[in-house]
């Protein structure tokens, strides 16, 4: 849900649609959430601001999206019938065909027959009398229920580009987390792409290829590590759906939530400089999945860091060719402090002849012209801008809607110093509502499809038990949610999180407050946590 491209507010003649609960957005969270209220019985319906399902995969149809944990893991787990049938081709998908998966589901499961589809919801507010959430769209449209889900999306809501000008520039310009449904054709064409973050990293080669030229506009340069993508091979597969239940127990016990990570031990610090580069050729070789995990003290120690993040800078003097390009390449940062790219050919694409890059911290982007890009140097001509500068992460699309809680307090005051929450999943003053994979959660550090599952069955199993205790309110005490949010301060400073600019701290939003948002203690301690919690008569609520 993106409130800055919400169209204007329109008058219903539509009666109010009453239901059970409200579910906001039809990604892979929303139609999970879906499908198992309506298991259990309850009179669900979601409302998505898009024309299909998919959420993030709907959106993100810039050339080369795909995702960066295996499909076969980036897959929901809760129906083995599901899992068993749906056959992924290669290691990491492409987006059309995590699209047509999310589609499959959709439809094996009947779901669109409860989404109402371009529906954006503008507010949401509780009303006390009530006891109910009553919703609002762009199209005047009005829908109350007891339980209002936000499964809204972490890296959902785009940062819109504001760079001045931009009217004036008389090319196309497109946004990758926004691109249209339609084949764009480069050929011939000057391109430039503004941002080098995993979404510029996956695009890059293939924009590449595809056009006259391509000029890379960089402002802080990433670390990536090879995807290795490749077809999956029936052998694989048939013994990757024989061990399913394994791999998913796996995956739901382990830290990030992928089964096939190989955890280090051992701290980088307490191996010879031999052993340590050995350990990260394999899996630099090996691909992306894990390179991460190599030793336990990258995440944490700065040393340990620099023996990872000097691996990969080594890597890149390798690949590419001019030197001055691959010092301008090689990332300062702690490696592992902003997300981790998965790449195909990223910094082969630097040795192309068509490809230049430039550094904006030495001449910085003015505006746009008519012609194109204005940097303090000169005028870059360009027939096309991509615009692939990043989401405003985990808060982005809640605060995009007008949410009002108890006492008409609005989540945009509750949350001005950054987000609050009890579990990244309840907040104190609104009632009944949950935020899948919100933040306070460890949803984006890891594998989102395990995180998602773990967050619906948590909040259906808390429905259920409000339902057959017969209350009618449940929210955290705000005692409660303090001690969360000191619990989620306390590990992230354990950590190298906040030692550069990244999303997580909401470092890419101009004004936005410097909070590392998400959980970082891991899945297993945090599923942990939450399952104590409900066990123990839902420690730290209030229900009535
Ligand atoms: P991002 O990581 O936030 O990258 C945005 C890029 O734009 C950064 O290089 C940033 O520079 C640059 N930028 C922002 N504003 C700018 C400005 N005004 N001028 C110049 N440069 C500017 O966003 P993203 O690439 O869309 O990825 C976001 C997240 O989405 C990822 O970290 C990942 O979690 C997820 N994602 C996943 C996949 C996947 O593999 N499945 C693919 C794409 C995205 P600074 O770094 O200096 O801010």
């Known amino acids: 849900m993106n409130s800055k491209f919400q169209g204007d507010l329109k008058n219903s003649d539509q009666p109010m649609t009453s239901v059970d609960a409200i579910i906001v957005g039809a990604g892979f969270g929303g139609m999970y959430m879906l499908h198992s209220l309506n ?26 999206a795909r995702c960066d944990i295996p499909s076969i893991e980036y897959s929901y787990s809760f129906s083995d019938e599901l899992q068993q049938e749906w056959e992924w081709s290669q290691k990491y998908s492409t987006q059309p065909e995590i699209l047509e998966y999310a589609n499959h589901v959709a439809d094996r499961f009947e779901l669109k027959e409860h989404i109402r589809f371009n529906e954006c919801v503008v507010s949401a507010q509780y ?30 809501s785009i940062n819109k580009p504001k760079f001045e000008g931009i009217d004036s520039y008389k090319g196309d310009w497109y946004i990758t987390g926004k691109w249209p449904n339609k084949k764009i054709d480069l050929t011939g064409k000057s391109v430039g792409i503004i941002g080098t973050g995993s979404s510029a990293v996956q695009a890059i080669p293939i924009l590449a290829e595809n056009s006259k030229s391509l000029t890379v506009f960089q402002r802080t340069a990433n670390y990536s590590i090879p995807a290795n993508n490749r077809p999956l091979d029936s052998e694989e597969v ?23 990570t190989n955890l280090g031990l051992k701290s980088a610090l307490e191996v010879s400089e031999e052993e340590r580069l050995k350990e990260y050729q394999e899996r630099w070789d090996k691909g992306y999945v894990g390179f991460i995990s190599a030793y336990t003290d990258i995440g944490t120690n700065e040393e340990a860091n ?15 060719k001019n030197p001055n390009t691959a010092e301008l390449l090689s990332p300062k940062n702690a490696i592992g402090c902003k997300r981790l790219c998965a790449d195909t050919n990223y910094f082969e694409t630097y040795n192309r002849d068509n490809v230049s890059l430039i550094d904006v911290n030495d001449t910085p982007i003015e505006s746009l012209v008519a012609e194109g890009v204005k940097t303090t140097e000169k005028i870059f001509d360009l027939d096309v801008v991509v615009f692939a500068i990043g989401f405003d992460a985990m808060t982005g699309a ?14 945009k005051d509750k949350w001005s110093d950054g987000p609050r929450s009890y579990l990244g999943l309840t907040v104190e003053g609104f009632p009944n509502m949950f935020t899948i994979t919100g933040p306070g959660s460890p949803s984006v550090l890891g594998n989102m499809m395990v995180a998602i599952e773990q967050h619906v069955e948590w909040i259906t199993q808390c429905i259920q038990d409000m339902e057959a205790d017969g209350k009618s309110e449940i929210e955290p005490d705000y005692a409660a949610e303090n001690k969360w949010m000191d619990h989620i301060e306390e590990v992230a400073n354990q950590t190298l999180r906040y030692s550069c600019n990244s999303w997580y701290v909401g470092a890419n939003v101009p004004g936005k ?10 899945y297993d301690v945090y599923r942990k946590k939450c399952n104590e919690i409900s066990t123990n008569g839902y420690e730290g609520f209030l229900r009535i």
């Open 39 to 64: 298991k259990l019985g309850f009179k669900a319906i979601i409302l998505e601001e898009a024309n299909g399902v998919g959420g993030t995969w709907y959106w993100n149809r810039y050339p080369g």
């Open 127 to 156: 009303m006390e009398n009530s006891k109910k959430w009553k919703l609002r769209t762009s199209s005047g449209n009005t829908y109350e229920s007891k339980y209002c889900v936000m499964a809204t999306g972490s890296l959902s």
């Open 238 to 260: 048939k013994h990757v759906k024989d061990n399913y239940s394994s791999i998913r127990e796996k995956q739901r016990k382990g830290k990030g939530g992928v089964a096939f």
């Open 306 to 320: 620099e023996t990872a993040a000097e691996f990969v800078r080594s890597k890149i003097r390798e690949i590419v």
């Open 398 to 411: 809640l605060l995009g809607i007008d949410i009002k809680g108890k006492n008409g307090i609005e989540l």
């Open 513 to 522: 407050k410097r909070v590392f948002m998400p959980y970082v203690g891991g």
